[in-house]
C-alpha cells in the first residue's frame, strides 16, 4: 500500500509557474513509475507525464512538453511537477499516481493521491 499526498496548487496568473509536490509513505517508493494526471471540470482526467523508477526516462503530453517537467526525489519519497509559463487551459484539480509500469495509461496506476487545485486565470 501507498499513501500520496499531493501539495503546491493555488490560484496563479497565466505566464506564472508553480510546483507540485506529491510525497509518498508505505512500500518503497523507488519501486513505482509515477505519474501525474488532471481533471478539469466536465472534462475525462487526463494524462500529464510520468516518470520511471530511477528518474531516467521521463513521458509527457504534448500540450505540456517544453513547459513542465517531471522529477523525483527517491530519498525524500517526493514526486514533483515543475510547471512554467502556465495557461489557463492548465487549470484543473492535479493528481500523482503510483504505478509498476512507465505509462500515459490512468488505469496502469494502482495507487492515486486526492489531488490539488491549480487554477491560472487569464
Known amino acids: 500500500q501507498v499513501q500520496l499526498v499531493e501539495s503546491g496548487g493555488g490560484l496563479v496568473q497565466t505566464g506564472d509557474s508553480l510546483r507540485l509536490s506529491c510525497a509518498a509513505s508505505g512500500r518503497t517508493f523507488s519501486s513505482y513509475a509515477m505519474g501525474w494526471f488532471r481533471q478539469a471540470p466536465g472534462k475525462e482526467p487526463e494524462f500529464v507525464a510520468t516518470?520511471?523508477?530511477?528518474?531516467?526516462?521521463?513521458y509527457y503530453t504534448h500540450s505540456v512538453k517544453g513547459r513542465f517537467t517531471i522529477s523525483r526525489d527517491n530519498a525524500k519519497n517526493t514526486v514533483y511537477l515543475q510547471m512554467n509559463s502556465l495557461k489557463p487551459e492548465d487549470t484543473a484539480v492535479y493528481h500523482c499516481?503510483?504505478?509498476?509500469?512507465?505509462?500515459?495509461?490512468?488505469?496502469?496506476?494502482?495507487?492515486w493521491g486526492q489531488g490539488t487545485q491549480v487554477t491560472v486565470s487569464s
Open positions: 499516481a503510483a504505478g509498476n509500469i512507465i505509462s500515459v495509461v490512468r488505469t496502469q496506476y494502482l495507487y
Open positions: 516518470i520511471s523508477r530511477s528518474g531516467d526516462s521521463t
